[in-house]
Each structure stands twice: as structure tokens, then as C-alpha cells.
């Protein structure tokens, strides 16, 4: 028997990246998501998809296809909605009336400008879920300063200085990366929200910011500097300590990682056909092996560079041992290990016919995730949304002329 999140209703305002990931997995999984776009963003939107640039003017990959929408939007409805009015401010109160969710990505002082706090809601909806992302959080000095996801995630948080070894410039870290995982972690509180309310019949804050969320991605650094008050800088491939778990290039150029705990040294020795080098003096006991990182690293580093990827995939994985190559996109999109655990979705899309899509990290036996509609055009449901919430055609007219819809 399938189950899934059908009748439960989200409303997202939410922009951006983090917050719309969070409202497409429940849609994946069945929830009826209303995206209501706010209508000064529409025509920034609009400007940025016609230049092909994302979001802060960085080129993505080149396509007349607009997949950044897809990825982030698909499955849900779209109205747009001036938020700023009075009028707009009656629609989406209604809408959230009977809603179950707010998904929101508004700093403190913009809940207050759009009337959406949450004591007014709660007495609007008291089993309404307000879910919010920001980038610094809802309190503190930097409450209401922007923030996204390469600033407030991956910089502020100390991520980026982990990758960057001294006298380096930074990482430039994938589009949404700090995003896509502050969404998950936002997902995540939603359903502990709903579940409890389940409970307690009475809704709840959930709030996620990028700055937290990366934090809490580096939880092993921050919580050694907690206690030790130390820094740490990330090194060259040869001051890392431990050859067993190092980056390594094959005969073909391709960099292998592998990440060997002690357990599986007499394994590496027979697969390098080195089997003397279990016993050798050096690196006789993890210690050894230790004091001696920079001998051996030579000697894997040589092993590693006399057969190509291809041929070390059929030696590593004989001799089971954790390791990967690094893979190119295309690579990823081809891995049978991906494919086998359903990584694309397959759909039919109206206008562009068939093609695959990315599926969610979480995969849930009895709920599995579907494709119902693409990613809507701004405004694409306002007239249909309106009226399945009891607004007339003379009153959808009012709102346009007000400028509150378009």
C-alpha cells in the first residue's frame, strides 16, 4: 500500500534555492505546493533567465532550458501575488488559513513588512507551520542582513577555510551546495513539526539558517575547536598524515581517493602487488606507518601511477576496499550505482518531451517520490488557485486591476 503527503497544503514564498528544495521534496511526495511569488521578483526573475545567468549573474551551465526552475519547482503551482498590498496580504491570509505550512525565506524585519509574523498567523492558523530560512539566523546583530548561500553558508561558517590550505585562495564551492543542504536540514523540522502536531494538534516555528546548517556540516573542526581552541587549515596531499587515506593519481591522469582505515592494510599491499610491504619494518603498525607517512606516500603515489583508472577499478573493487574515483558529471549521470538506486526520474515534459530528472537524497518505501507537473511559469495558476479558494471572476478582475495579481 502507497502512501503519500497528499492533502497536505503548503504555501512557499520562498526564493531563491534552500527554501524552494524544501517545498519540492514534499511535493515529490505528494503535498499540494502553491509557490506565491511575490511580483517585483517576477520580472528580476525574468531578466536573469533571458541573459542566461543564474541568480547572482554567474554563468551555469549554457541551455536554453531553464532547469535551475525545474530542479527547484516541479510539481508545484504558481501565482503571483504583490505582497506589499493590502489586497495581496487578504489573499495569502486566506490561502494560509487552512494551510498546513508557511515556507518562507524571510529575515525578521520582512515578516514584519508583509504582515506574516508569527503571532498573527498562529491566531489566524493555530495548527500552522511557519518554516523559515534565512542566512544568519532570527536573532543576533546580523539578523536582517542578506545572506545566501556562498556568504552566510559556505564562507561564514568556516567551510570554505577548512578547503583552503594557507597562502591559497578559496574554493569556489557548486551552485547551491550550502543551499540545497540547509533545505533538507529545513525539510527535515518541517516533518518533525508536522509529526508533532500530530501530537499536540498546535503548529510551530522551524527555523534553518546557512550559517547554522554549514556549521553543522564541519561539526567534527568546530566541535575540536570548541574544546581545544585550536584552527586547522587543510594541507598538501603529502602532510596529511596518513597515506592510507589520500588522493592518488592513475596511470591515465585520473585522481582515486582512498580512504583506508588500518583494517585494510595487508589489502593495499596485495593490490599494489607490493605484499612485502605488510611486514616491512617502516610499516609494521599504524604508528610506524605514522612516522614514516612520507616514505610510504611515495610508494603508493608510484604504484598508483603504473595502471589507469579502469584497470584499478577491477583491482580496488576485488580486493573491497573503500575508494572512488573523482568523477566528471557525465560520469555521475552514467554510474550504474545511480542508476540502480533511481537518482533520475524520469518525465515527459510538455514542451521539451523526455527527459530525466534529479530525485530527492531520501527514499521512502512506501511514499516513492512522483512527477506530476513541471516546474509552473511565474503566475502560470493564479485564476486556478483563486478560485479553488472562493474567489469570483469580478474579484479575481479587482485584484488585477489593483495590481495585487497578475
Known amino acids: 500500500m502507497a502512501f503519500s503527503f497528499k492533502g497536505v497544503k503548503v504555501i512557499q514564498t520562498a526564493s531563491a534555492a534552500a527554501g524552494p528544495m524544501a517545498g519540492r521534496m514534499m511535493a515529490d511526495w505528494g503535498a499540494d505546493v502553491i509557490v506565491v511569488e511575490h511580483t517585483v521578483r517576477k520580472a528580476q526573475a525574468q531578466q536573469r533567465q533571458s541573459a542566461g545567468l543564474g541568480m547572482f549573474g554567474q554563468r551555469t551551465i549554457a541551455s536554453n532550458i531553464n532547469y535551475i526552475a525545474m530542479i527547484n519547482n516541479r510539481n508545484k503551482r504558481c501565482v503571483a501575488v504583490n505582497l506589499s498590498l493590502d489586497s495581496g496580504r487578504e489573499i495569502i491570509y486566506k490561502l494560509l488559513k487552512d494551510a498546513d505550512v508557511l515556507l518562507a525565506n524571510f529575515r525578521p524585519r520582512e515578516f514584519a513588512k508583509f504582515g506574516l509574523e508569527y503571532n498573527t498567523l498562529s491566531n489566524l492558523n493555530p495548527r500552522l507551520i511557519v518554516a523559515n530560512i534565512t542566512g544568519f539566523g532570527m536573532k ?174 577491477k583491482i580496488l573493487n576485488e580486493a573491497v576496499m573503500p575508494w572512488a574515483p573523482v568523477q566528471t558529471l557525465p560520469e555521475v549521470i552514467n554510474d550504474p550505482q545511480a542508476r540502480a538506486n533511481d537518482f533520475f526520474l524520469p518525465f515527459n515534459h510538455p514542451t521539451y518531451g523526455h527527459m530525466e530528472l534529479m530525485s530527492g537524497p531520501v527514499k521512502l518505501s512506501k511514499t516513492p517520490e512522483t512527477m506530476r507537473l513541471p516546474a509552473p511559469e511565474s503566475g502560470q495558476h493564479t485564476d486556478e488557485v483563486l478560485k479553488e479558494y472562493g474567489y469570483s471572476d469580478r474579484d479575481i478582475a479587482r485584484f488585477r486591476d489593483e495590481g495585487a495579481i497578475l
Open 140 to 313: 543576533g546583530p546580523d539578523r536582517d542582513n542578506p545572506g545566501f548561500g556562498p556568504v552566510a553558508g559556505d564562507s561564514r561558517s568556516g567551510f570554505l577555510h577548512l578547503l583552503q590550505a594557507p597562502g591559497t585562495e578559496p574554493a569556489q564551492m557548486p551552485m547551491s551546495f550550502a543551499d540545497y543542504l540547509t533545505g533538507l536540514s529545513l525539510a527535515f523540522g518541517i516533518m518533525a513539526a508536522l509529526y508533532l502536531r500530530e501530537k499536540t494538534g498546535v503548529g510551530q516555528e522551524v527555523d534553518a539558517s546557512l550559517f547554522n546548517t554549514m556549521a553543522w556540516a564541519v561539526s567534527t573542526d568546530i566541535q575540536g575547536t570548541l574544546i581545544t581552541k585550536q584552527d586547522r587549515h587543510a594541507v598538501s596531499r603529502r602532510d596529511r598524515g596518513t597515506p592510507l587515506t589520500n588522493y592518488y593519481q592513475s596511470k591515465d591522469d585520473r585522481w582515486v581517493y582512498l580512504m583506508l582505515t588500518d583494517l585494510y592494510w595487508p589489502n593495499i599491499c596485495k593490490a599494489m602487488g607490493q605484499p612485502q610491504l605488510e611486514h616491512d619494518p617502516r610499516f609494521d603498525n599504524p604508528l610506524l606507518r605514522a612516522q614514516n607517512n612520507l616514505a610510504l606516500f611515495d610508494i603508493i603515489e608510484t604504484e598508483m601511477r603504473k595502471r589507469t583508472l579502469d584497470e584499478w577499478k
